[in-house]
């Protein structure tokens, strides 16, 4: 029999899981890299705006960031890749929010402002899986997103294991490299 655990951990908890061969294999948008892991990037796209249906930013074909100025913004942590890039583009055009909801999930991103709460920065992967109850454009100036894999360096992935890189590396083919929904 097989079992599969998906978990949803922070960067260390997912470095040391791997580091002490209680973790086969990490997919994260987050950096995992390390010179200890054997890392790879699976794909590369770029953060998507997302926002209910009926926001008034919803009819424009893409977010600049200076659309956010004043805007409820709903972000990652401040220790995430994505917010680390929000904040450096906004500083870099004098943008500031209304107000910040914060949190650890971009699931919880796309809950809130599928309520109408605000706009939110995610990866477009999450973004798809909310597209029918969201908005989703593009983020300008672009924010990267990349897919890694990183895998321990104690031993080859199982049989199993690479079953499973190969049906998501697969998936990831599907997807577009810009950020857009197919």
């Not at 960067?11 to 294999?25: A, V």
């Not at 870099?92 to 706009?119: D, F, K, N, R, V």
């Not at 890694?148 to 990831?172: D, G, N, T």
Request: a negative charge; charged letters at 15%; proline letters at 5%.
């Amino acid at each position: 029999s097989t079992h599969l655990s998906l978990q949803t951990l922070g960067t260390t908890p997912l470095r040391e899981g791997l580091l002490y061969g209680q973790l086969d294999l990490v997919v994260s948008t987050m950096a995992i890299a390390s010179a200890e892991l054997d890392a790879s990037v699976l794909h590369r796209s770029h953060a998507v705006c997302v926002m209910h249906p009926q926001h008034r930013l919803a009819a424009q074909d893409a977010i600049h960031v200076r659309d956010l100025q004043g805007q409820k913004l709903l972000t990652l942590n401040a220790s995430d890749d994505i917010f680390l890039q929000l904040q450096r583009t906004m500083q870099e055009h004098g943008i500031e929010a209304g107000s910040t909801i914060e949190t650890t999930y971009s699931a919880t991103i796309c809950s809130l402002a599928a309520q109408g709460l605000g706009i939110g920065v995610v990866n477009p992967y999450m973004a798809s899986v909310f597209a029918r109850e969201l908005r989703v454009l593009p983020l300008q100036p672009l924010c990267a997103v990349e897919v890694v894999l990183a895998l321990p360096p104690q031993y080859a992935p199982s049989e199993r294991a690479e079953c499973f890189i190969q049906l998501l590396r697969e998936q990831l083919q599907t997807m577009p490299e810009d950020g857009a929904q197919p």
